[in-house]
């Protein structure tokens, strides 16, 4: 009960910051933004080309406005869209949003239904590639494929956030949600440096996190990380469609993390995983063509099956 209060600070006021948003410089950075109220969760995203869809959730406190070139390359083959995580960004919770895992995965759930007029290609990264697999396991009909970009087992996923947390500051209610709105604008650059493995990719994603925590986005970090992402794993169901999962291991904070884990929900013969040496966290920014061009190579590969 006292994680749930808690996660109040990440909702308080969400009615006047939804409008705020839909009418201010978050809807004015591109001229494709884009909300939709789903699941009582009003998302920003953005969405380019047609054909199967691609959903890539943005990685905070990278926002959409870094998928600039990742949206031209992938709009020649896909329906690209990406959009920002409930209480991430721009993506704004109802007062009442439930931040447990398997309700916020129903919510985002919702928003795919929405949004993908067929089945989609999910390709989330991190602590949200878990509720990919889950999206896939409760929702098979909503999702085609899988591409988990730096996404482990859970019990690895825990040993992450327990490094990105050491003195157990952001697992406390109150005390972590307060201490990101304190320490957000200064720990964001820290986190893309130890994170971002190409440096020239670096200055862009630090310069795209900054402006949209000065333009009131959110990055609600302790609240992911007390109620969507519990240190008891829960029971998610085995995964049947194809899954990519990609790593890039010039990642800073996954150095310790087993690789080998990313498929351990997988059952599709075809699933594999591929390592960059050179790449980071976000490896589908740091090389948009690299990337682009195995994961399309991947998807042609096992759609027949």
């Given at each position: ?139 098979p009909s909503r999702v085609s494929h899988l591409v988990q970009i730096q996404t482990p087992s ?18 406390k209610p109150f005390l972590g949600q307060i201490a990101m709105r304190k320490l957000a604008l ?120």
């Amino acid at each position: 009960m006292l994680k749930w209060m808690a996660a109040r600070l990440d909702t308080i006021g969400s009615g006047k910051r939804a409008r705020a948003f839909r009418e201010g410089w978050p809807s004015r950075t591109r001229e494709d933004i884009a909300f939709v109220e789903a699941g009582g969760v009003t998302f920003r995203y953005r969405a380019a080309g047609y054909g199967r869809p691609i959903i890539f959730a943005a990685d905070p406190p990278v926002t959409l406005e870094a998928y600039d070139r990742l949206l031209e390359i992938y709009s020649a083959d896909f329906r690209a869209i990406v959009f920002e995580l409930p209480a991430m960004g721009f993506s704004v919770p109802g007062f009442w949003q439930d931040f447990r895992f398997f309700q916020a995965n129903d919510t985002i759930a919702e928003f795919i239904r929405l949004i993908a007029e067929e089945p989609a290609i999910l390709a989330f990264s991190c602590v949200a590639g878990l509720g990919a697999l889950d999206i896939a396991g409760r929702y098979p009909s909503r999702v085609s494929h899988l591409v988990q970009i730096q996404t482990p087992s859970w019990p690895e996923e825990i040993r992450w956030k327990m490094a990105r947390d050491p003195k157990n500051i952001l697992a406390k209610p109150f005390l972590g949600q307060i201490a990101m709105r304190k320490l957000a604008l200064a720990r964001a650059p820290l986190w893309l440096k130890l994170a971002v493995g190409q440096q020239e990719a670096l200055t862009g994603l630090c310069g795209c996190a900054t402006d949209a925590l000065h333009h009131g986005g959110a990055w609600a970090m302790a609240t992911a990380f007390q109620n969507y992402l519990p240190d008891k794993e829960p029971a998610m169901k085995r995964v049947s469609q194809p899954a990519l999962a990609i790593w890039g291991n010039s990642d800073g904070s996954h150095r310790a993390t087993d690789r080998q884990s990313s498929l351990w929900l997988c059952d599709h013969p075809a699933s594999r995983i591929a390592e960059y040496e050179d790449l980071g966290h976000f490896p589908e920014l740091e090389d948009v063509e690299r990337i682009y061009a195995d994961i399309r190579a991947f998807i042609t590969d096992t759609s027949a099956d």
